[in-house]
């Protein structure tokens, strides 16, 4: 008697190990996948909050236009949305400053200097501006931003003017 494996066994182990494979490849594709994604809206959060904070700091430390050569406040004013995607303001260094929507990319003017704040990697797709400035005056941000591997966040914040009197 011969010892050894039949051509149909053969078949059956070589499929089952064949559909093994598949099945691994499969899910580590899916894995890398879901990786990808969870790293792009990693950096879509990190790029988000850095924006907000950055922008948040600057209107927190606006002082009340002294002149009326700035952009399009009136003396006494702390902000202006001459637009529903901008804001400008004085800021605490004396420079009229200006956040504006541009090619979906938000940007800050001041000072006569003029920079992008969000990386060209990212999409602003809402950059809206509300401000009230009644006795304390106060600027309500709503982001909408999309990144890469189909990403997006929504974010809204509002941020209040620092009494720099006191200081």
């Known amino acids: 008697m011969k010892k050894g494996f039949t051509l149909i066994e053969a078949l059956?182990?070589?499929?089952?190990?064949?559909?093994?494979m598949i099945f691994a490849s499969l899910a580590f594709m899916s894995a890398i996948k879901a990786q990808r994604h969870n790293l792009a809206y990693q950096e879509l959060l990190d790029q988000t909050s850095y924006v907000m904070e950055y922008m948040s700091r600057h209107l927190r430390m606006a002082k009340q236009a002294e002149d009326a050569d700035c952009y399009s406040l009136d003396v006494g004013d702390t902000y202006k949305n001459p637009g529903n995607n901008s804001i400008e303001f004085y800021d605490q260094y004396n420079s009229c400053t200006k956040f504006f929507l541009e090619d979906n990319r938000l940007k800050k003017e001041s000072g006569g200097d003029e920079f992008f704040i969000t990386s060209p990697n990212l999409e602003v797709y809402r950059f809206e501006v509300a401000v009230n400035d009644d006795h304390q005056p106060r600027v309500s941000i709503n982001l909408?931003?999309?990144?890469?591997?189909?990403?997006?966040?929504?974010?809204?914040?509002?941020?209040?003017?620092?009494?720099?009197?006191?200081?």
């Open 12 to 20: 059956v182990a070589v499929s089952i190990f064949v559909s093994l």
């Open 144 to 167: 909408g931003i999309r990144g890469r591997a189909e990403t997006s966040i929504e974010i809204q914040t509002t941020v209040s003017q620092r009494d720099l009197k006191g200081i």
